[in-house]
Structure formats: C-alpha cells, structure tokens
C-alpha cells in the first residue's frame, strides 16, 4: 500500500499533519506535499540524485516536515544534525557526509557564521524565515519550482550520526530501500500499527528534538498513514499535559527524563488536565528507573509501553506495561531479529546469564566512511551489536545490565566518553582523565570528570570550574562534565587500559 503524505494530500488535503505545540502554525497534508515536491524539483535541478546527501539543520520547525519528504521523495539520504552541537561538530558531520544541500533558518544564523569553512563544500544553501549572507531564501526558492512529483521518484533513507566510542561521530548508513516512493517505511510501520495501533485518526505528541533517530522515525511514520503529529517546540513537562488535553492526544512517546519531569509536578498540576484520550505512551532511548516506570503505570495506567532498540535497525525489543509488572526491569521480548547473548570467547551464555548481546537480523547497515567500525559491529556469524550487556529469563524477555563502551545517556541522549576525554587529555592541568556516567535522579546519568591533576596542589574548585569551561568552549554543552573530582590515581592495567567498570562502581550503587 502507499504510504506517504501525498497520499492523503489527494483525498484529505485540508487535514492537519503538523500542528506546532506553541506557535499553533498548521501545516496541512496538502502544504506537506505540495512543498516537497518543489523542493525535491529544486534538488533534481541542482543535481542530486538518489543516494546523494542533504542536512537538515533546524530546530523544531514547521518545515522540517517537507524537507525530510523532498529528500525521500527524491532517493536521497537526509542527515538531521543536532542544532545544539559546537560549529566544529557540526562542520565534521556537513563535510562526512558530503552534503550537496543543506535546509536551515534564520534562528540558527549565529550557528552558520561559523560554519563558513565546511558550508563552501555545499552548494545548495537554502535559509528559512529571513536571509543569511550566501544562502537563497528557501521560500523564493521552492516557489519557482512545479508543485509535481519528479519523473522517477523513489525511497531514500535517513542517515543519522551516533557518537563513537571512539573519535568522531559516524554515519549510521543503510542501503536505500530501492522501492518507489511511498512503498517504504520499514518495519517500523508495521510495527506502530499492529503494536500500538497507530491509524489516520492517531494524533501523536513528539516532545523531544527532531534531529534524534526516534522522534523523527517516529513522526514521519505517523505522516505514512495520515495521523496528526503535535511538535513541542521545547519539553516543559505541565505543557506535554496541557497539550494532551487540548489536542486529544492518542500517543506520545518520551525518555525516562521527561517521566521524572513530569512526576516531579505538584500533585494539583498533574490532576489538573483531563488525559482520557491518551491511549499509547511509548518510552525509549534510556534505561528508565524502576519506581519511576512503576509511577507512570500508576498515574496513566497500563499505557506505558517501552522498547530497545538502536539507529542502526538491527533489532527491536518491545514490552507492555502488564508484562512489565510481571517482570519488573525488562525491556521485553524481541519482536524483530533474534537476541544471542555471548561471552567474550563467542560462546552462547545460558539462561540468566549476562553476555554482550548481539542481533541475528536481516537488516544491513554500515558506518559511512568507516570500515572498521562496521566490521566491528559484526561478529563471524553477521550478527551485529549495539554494545549492551545483559541476559534473557526462562521466557525469552531481555534485561539490560551493563555498556561495553560505557556510553553515557543522559535525558535520552547518548553521550561518548572517548571524545571527552580526547578533549581534556590535551588540558596542560591535566595529566590522566576517565569520563564516566553516574547516577541522577533527573536525567538518568550525567557526566562526571575524573581527573589526575598535572600539579596536585591545583587541585579544587577553581580547577573544576575551569576544566567543565574548557569542555563548553569546545563540546556541545550536554557532553561536557557537570562536576569533576580529582584523584590520585586512575585504575589502569600495566598495559595502560583504563578499567572504567572499576571506576564505575564507586559512584554507581
């Protein structure tokens, strides 16, 4: 069946597929459509073909929407790039990717003056709401170009980037689907539907940036099959129920930190909002605390519905919320791909037992540009892992335990310590350096810093206050440590490997 916004546009021109949650700016199926067709011309005539790059660099905006559908319309791959990084960070992703187009706005102006070197290598610059010097104004620009599907119009693919563990990010790069437009969507779209029951009458809420794999997965799914989708410009966690009210929200999708958010609300403010329509609230991205899932089952009732799962596609692992209650911590039973949970020899690990887990999967992916990481992610039988540890019970549910890479996660955010540390080893105050996650009741973990300092006697707050500067001058603010504590030693091996579990362990219960 084809699904895909003109679709609808064709028989429901007039229906909402965007509403914003604070500007209350509507985007029709009609507008969706129409817009991307243009820009999708617009990309034809500059050259792009499919399997070539677009970035979107936009913060929640009404027109994120058509941008995304004219690169999928056109086969292209569309990199999201979080607004929020440094102009180095982002100017790495731009030039990886070897972005031919790039979609942006005006708000971010202060952002592209920065990014002057990496933007020469794009051709296509195209501003929203206003002018910035060397880009066209994008609604001049789609203007003259025919509201008209392209002669040959078929899938392309999004390529979000995940931090390594070690360097920079990479590109979390699957084939094209090699299908007409409208006939993609993967898995996920049978998913929505048959597990959550996601039709053209759902309207979703997505609180979070659309620049992340699940928001901007998820919503897009939802514009497939002709739903509503209601984009909070920013979390604030009274509003996610005002909305839910006012918009007779149906689903929604959070991470544990939104959760905390919104329990920590006075018990008058969170009674205060009738939430009777919401029939789905789904949770990802972060391992969510025991009492504080077991809250919102008490609160909503049993919506709440969690899944593990990774950008690379390689596995989907879903529970419900009476599942849940029967086996408190789980993140369910796989519900695509097969789980194996190895030891470090490769070895099958018994029941109970924790082990790296790996995905027996039909799902390719690589690392753009990086042979070596895509390699890694595959064991001798081509099964891939996202580097989680942990174990199956006697009926087949998952149980997390444990990071091999000791990737942080902070409010729903993955957080790599190897480009921290990369970054502070070269402090001349500093002499050894391990970065770790350690527990917050807020946002699951944050950073910590744990330092050798170069002079022991300099050790001490100002230090502290200097080095997380430092970090902030050079790293996306939530990357960067939010208190650092100063040792004597780090344990390492002789070899010089640094046992970050033993570390761990002091500051984790």
Not at 390 to 408: A, K, P, Q
Not at 431 to 448: C, F, H, N, R
Not at 497 to 507: A, C, G, H
Request: glycine share 8%.
């Amino acid at each position: 069946m084809d699904k895909q916004p003109g679709v609808h546009a064709a028989t429901r021109a007039d229906a909402p597929a965007v509403i914003m949650a604070d500007s209350g700016a509507v985007v029709t199926y009609g507008e969706l459509d129409e817009r991307s067709m243009r820009l999708a011309q617009l990309f034809h005539a500059a050259g792009l073909r499919p399997g070539d790059h677009i970035a979107i660099l936009l913060e929640n905006h009404p027109r994120y929407f058509e941008v995304y559908w004219a690169g999928v319309r056109a086969g292209l791959y569309v990199t999201p790039i979080n607004w929020h990084l440094k102009h180095e960070e982002a100017a790495y992703i731009l030039e990886d990717c070897a972005a031919a187009a790039i979609v942006t706005s005006v708000a971010l102006s202060g952002v592209l003056g920065k990014l002057a070197p990496a933007l020469a290598n794009v051709p296509t610059r195209l501003v929203i709401d206003g002018d910035v010097d060397g880009f066209q104004r994008y609604e001049t620009a789609i203007a003259t170009y025919p509201a008209e599907p392209l002669a040959d119009e078929v899938e392309g693919s999004f390529m979000f980037y995940s931090s390594g563990t070690t360097g920079r990010p990479k590109g979390i790069k699957p084939p094209l689907p090699g299908v007409p437009y409208g006939a993609g969507g993967g898995a996920l779209i049978g998913l929505i539907q048959t597990m959550y029951g996601f039709t053209a009458d759902t309207v979703y809420l997505s609180p979070a940036p659309l620049y992340h794999a699940a928001p901007l997965g998820w919503t897009t799914s939802v514009q497939r099959l002709g739903g509503t989708v209601v984009v909070m410009e920013k979390f604030d966690p009274e509003r996610v129920l005002a909305l839910i009210e006012q918009h007779r929200v149906t689903h929604a999708q959070f991470v544990p930190t939104h959760f905390v958010r919104m329990l920590k609300l006075p018990a008058d403010r969170r009674s205060a909002y009738d939430l009777s329509s919401l029939q789905v609230a789904v949770h990802a991205a972060a391992p969510c605390p025991k009492d504080v899932k077991q809250q919102m089952i008490d609160w909503w009732g049993p919506i709440i519905y969690e899944f593990y799962a990774g950008s690379e596609g390689n596995g989907f692992c879903a529970v419900n919320s009476p599942e849940w209650l029967a086996k408190p911590g789980t993140v369910g039973r796989m519900m695509l791909g097969v789980a194996h949970i190895l030891d470090e020899d490769g070895n099958e690990q018994p029941t109970g037992e924790a082990g790296q887990i790996w995905f027996e999967s039909a799902t390719l992916f690589e690392y753009h540009n990086d042979a070596e990481k895509t390699r890694n992610a595959f064991n001798d039988r081509g099964w891939s892992s996202l580097g989680d540890i942990g174990y199956l019970d006697e009926d087949g549910f998952l149980f997390l335990t444990d990071r091999v890479s000791h990737m942080i996660i902070s409010g729903g955010v993955n957080i790599y310590p190897q480009e921290v540390e990369n970054l502070l080893t070269m402090h001349p105050a500093v002499s050894d350096v391990a970065i770790i996650g350690i527990p917050d009741t807020d946002m699951g973990e944050v950073v910590k810093a744990v330092v050798i300092a170069a002079d022991a006697s300099t050790a001490g707050p100002a230090l502290e206050a200097e080095l997380i500067a430092y970090c902030k001058e050079h790293l996306a603010t939530f990357k960067c440590p939010a208190s650092v504590d100063f040792v004597d030693e780090l344990p390492r091996l002789p070899t010089g490997k640094l046992l970050k579990r033993e570390l761990r362990n002091r500051y984790w219960p």
